[in-house]
C-alpha cells in the first residue's frame, strides 16, 4: 500500500554535492516520519537523517553541517541534500517512511564517492 521510490544517486568525488529525492506513494498519513538511512559493506545499517511532517530533524553526527533534508507534503516527497561528500559518504541510501508502527522501505540508491 506504501511505495517509495529514491533517486539522485551516482558517482562523484569527494568534495562534490548530490541531492537524493524519495517519492512516497499509496496510502500515508499526515503524522508519517520520513527519513533516510545508509548502509555500506559489512556496516550497520544507520540513520541519516529523518524528518517529521512539522519539519523537526534529526541528523547523525557525521553529517550535520553538511546534509540538509527537506520534505515537500504535497507530494510526499523528500529529499537529501549532500554537500562536501566524504568518501565515508559511499553506501547505499535508503529512504525509509514510519507510520502507525510500520516501517516501509525504498529499494536503495548508490552513492560512491571517490578520493
Known amino acids: 500500500q506504501v511505495q517509495l521510490v529514491e533517486s539522485g544517486g551516482g558517482l562523484v568525488q569527494a568534495g562534490g554535492s548530490l541531492r537524493l529525492s524519495c517519492a512516497a506513494s499509496g496510502s500515508i498519513f499526515s503524522i508519517a516520519v520520513m527519513g533516510w538511512y545508509r548502509q555500506a559493506p559489512g556496516i550497520q545499517r544507520e540513520l541519516v537523517a529523518r524528518?517529521?511532517?512539522?519539519?523537526?530533524?534529526v541528523y547523525a553526527d557525521s553529517v550535520k553541517g553538511r546534509f540538509t533534508i527537506s520534505r515537500d507534503n504535497a507530494k510526499n516527497t523528500i529529499y537529501l541534500q549532500m554537500n562536501s561528500l566524504k568518501p565515508e559518504d559511499t553506501a547505499v541510501y535508503y529512504c525509509?517512511?514510519?507510520?502507525?508502527?510500520?516501517?516501509?522501505w525504498g529499494q536503495g540508491t548508490q552513492v560512491t564517492v571517490s578520493s
Open positions: 524528518i517529521a511532517r512539522s519539519g523537526t530533524t
Open positions: 525509509n517512511l514510519a507510520m502507525l508502527g510500520n516501517n516501509y
